[in-house]
């Protein structure tokens, strides 16, 4: 039978824990890189079945390029799964169509050794029973833009199904690949949950994304997204994501 592993990194990550662990309940397991939260984010990790946690710490805060290391040494060790996904803790991703994901990486032919997410932004939402499938989130930069290869979303389109024993390896940020076989007539969809409480993404982007850079990424200019971004700028944010297309079914 296909087995699939789910990796990604945790640091104090409760509150999306919780809805990570119920969204990839049907992977045979979720490699769980833990680093010393002040949250309940083990905790809630631990509850989960078919979670394993390896717990890592990085030497001088969040650093990108050892991130992108630990990553690809995970996809490249000899293991029993036949896909391996590669997301963030805000990343939920499903299949293009109505398949379960693992009957839909079963329709994926031999020669195809990565797939796609096409990321969008979620801003309101209260748990993911509240995301209606048959009306797609807004999408992430270019909001309402059906155009996945525009300028502005083609840099979101990120590769996070790894054929096991492809070889491929992920870039900075997984959002490239080294080498890999893309087929684009395969991909999964995707959200980002991050914004979907201002108040929650405030303490998400200050403390535990602004605050936490390495100085060797600030001097790189990774993770550049995070390293001036200011609550006012995120609350403005979200306020002007007020009345984008309502998705919560009421």
């Known amino acids: 039978m296909l087995r699939v592993q789910v990796i990604c990194f945790f640091y104090n990550e409760e509150t999306l824990a919780r809805l990570f662990v119920q969204h ?11 680093s010393r939260s002040t949250d309940r984010t083990r905790e809630v990790l631990e509850s989960a079945p078919n979670v394993r946690i390896f717990d890592f710490e990085f030497p001088n805060g969040m650093d990108d390029q050892i991130k992108t ?21 805000d990343e939920f991703i499903w299949p293009h169509g109505r398949l379960s994901p693992r009957s839909y990486l079963e329709t994926v032919p031999q020669s195809v050794t990565v797939l796609e997410a096409r990321m969008r932004n979620v801003f309101r939402h209260h748990s993911e029973a509240d995301l209606d499938l048959d009306r797609p989130p807004v999408l992430q930069r270019c909001f309402g833009d059906p ?6 979303n ?8 790894i054929r096991s024993g492809s070889g491929v390896l992920l870039g900075l940020g997984n959002h490239t690949q080294a080498r890999g076989v893309f087929d684009h007539s395969f991909w999964f969809d995707g959200t980002h949950w991050q914004n979907a409480d201002p108040s929650f993404a405030v303490a998400r982007r200050t403390r535990d ?7 060797e990424n600030l001097a790189g200019g990774y993770g550049v997204q995070n390293h001036s971004v200011t609550e006012e700028e995120i609350l403005a944010l979200c306020e002007s994501r007020r009345n984008c297309p309502k998705i919560i079914r009421t």
């Open 154 to 161: 083609r840099q979101y389109q990120k590769p996070i199904v």
């Open 209 to 215: 994304r602004r605050d936490r850079q390495s100085a």
């Open 69 to 89: 290391q630990v990553v690809n040494d995970l996809l490249t060790v000899r293991s029993i799964y036949h896909w391996k996904i590669v997301v963030d803790a």
């Open 24 to 34: 990839y309940a049907w992977a045979d397991r979720i490699l769980a890189v833990v």
């Open 147 to 152: 155009d996945f290869h525009s300028l502005e």
